[in-house]
């Protein structure tokens, strides 16, 4: 044989192992599409969790508020018909008032609860998603970099093992749309 036929066969030799190893390079590629895709879900899906919280924090500032000043009311009217007042007429109108805020109050305190209590159950939809997604992002980094090992050893039981990772991370990125 000739040193051009050995370097040919060679070269043959060479080019069947990059054929080979053209489905891994290409799982590769769609892995790293795949963890991009997650973590920009992931992102979003926590944003919308600490948009929600503002406004569940936004709504118990508001309860409290009223739930404070209807107790304070009371009071301030517990005081006022105990004690002597100058002008009672003025005292009769301040009871009657606050007796007609105390009725509001007492239709708006459930329902402010009510809607503060539903944005917390939002917050905690939230979090289990993005929860899901970190997971997602988390299982194909892994397949994507055990996969990677593939190029580096030529074993293509990196490459399976890479595969279950990622198959993994797309099911739990799957999960999130069974927790709407």
Do not use: C
Not at 76 to 104: G, N, R, Y
Not at 160 to 165: E, H, K, N, S, T
Request: proline residues 1%; negative net charge.
């Amino acid at each position: 044989m000739e040193a051009n036929e050995v370097q040919e066969l060679k070269e043959h030799a060479e080019h069947g192992q990059e054929s080979e190893l053209r489905p891994v390079a290409f799982t590769m590629s769609l892995l790293a599409v795949l963890v991009a895709v997650t973590t920009v879900l992931g992102h979003r899906t926590h944003t919308e969790a600490v948009l929600l919280q503002n406004q569940a924090t936004d709504q118990w500032n508001e309860y409290q508020a009223k739930k404070i000043r209807s107790e304070i009311t009371h009071h301030a009217d517990d005081i006022l018909s105990v004690t002597a007042v100058a002008d009672k007429d003025k005292a009769a109108k301040t009871l009657k008032d606050d007796a007609d805020h105390q009725s509001k109050w007492k239709d708006e305190l459930p329902e402010a609860q009510k809607k503060a209590e539903e944005l917390q159950g939002e917050v905690k939809k939230a979090e289990a998603r993005a929860d899901r997604y970190d997971l997602s992002e988390a299982l194909l980094e892994i397949g994507l970099v055990i996969t990677s090992v593939t190029l580096l050893t030529r074993s293509k039981a990196y490459w399976y093992l890479g595969i279950v990772f990622a198959a993994g991370g797309i099911l739990s990125a799957l999960s999130v749309l069974m927790l709407k």
